[in-house]
C-alpha cells in the first residue's frame, strides 16, 4: 500500500456493557474508493462518526494522513467532508442557503462560483430556492452530495451515497464520485448496502461484523479465494 490517508490504531467504542466497534486496526492508502461494509448493527455508522470527529472512540487512535484526530482534529476536519440520509440539513433555510452556510463554515474561496459550479454538474439548479424540508428523499441525497463536495475534501466519507436514487440517477452520482476522486486525487471511503455499487467502485474492502473486523483487503481477492463470481454472492452465503 501507499502512504495511508486513514490509520486506525486498536480502536473501541462502547456505550455500557455494549461494545459496538471492538479493537479493530487497519490502514487505507491515499487516492482511492474504498467500502466499509457489514450488517445493520455492524459498527458502519459509529466508525465513520469517529473518522469524522462527531463520536469520541473509548479507546485507541485514529490518524488521518498522518494527524491525530484526538489532538490535531480541527486542523485535520478542514480536509474532510461527509454525506448521509441520516443527516440532514437545516429544514427551514433553502438549499442555497444551506450551501452558503456550510461553504462559510469550510472557508470556501470563491464559494458562489464553487456551489454554482457543483450545482450544474449534479443537476440541482431547480432546487436551490426550495426550502430543503420539502424535497424528496432523493433530492436530499444529492443536495448533501453537493454539501460534501464544497470544499473539495482530501477525505470524503459517504454513507449510503445512492440512498432513495432511481437507477439511473445513481449511476450518474457513482460516475461523479468517481471522477472527482480521480480529479482530486482524494480518499473516498463509502459504506453502502448496495453490494453492486461497492463492487463497482471500490478496489479495497473493510468487512465489520459485531464491531470487529471479518476481512480487509482486495475486493477481487476476497472473491477469487472463496471461489463466488461476485461480492454479493459471498455475502448470501
Known sequence: MSRSSIEINKLSKNYGDSDVIKDITFKLPQK?????LGKNGA???????MLMGLVTPSSGDIYIFGKS????????LKDINF???YVELPKKMTVLQNLHFYARLYDVKNYQFVINKISQELKIEELLMKNYGSLSSGQKTRVNLCKSLLNKPRLLLLDEPTASLDISTSEFVRNYIINFQKKNNSTVVITSHDLVEIELMCSYLVILEKGSIFYKGSIKTLIK???????????LK
Open 32 to 36: 482511492g474508493i474504498y467500502g466499509i
Open 43 to 49: 459498527g458502519k455508522t459509529t466508525l465513520l462518526a
Open 69 to 76: 484526530l484526538k489532538y490535531q482534529k480541527y486542523e485535520i
Open 83 to 85: 454525506q448521509s440520509p
Open 225 to 235: 479465494k472463496n471461489n463466488y463470481k461476485s461480492l454479493k454472492e459471498f455475502f
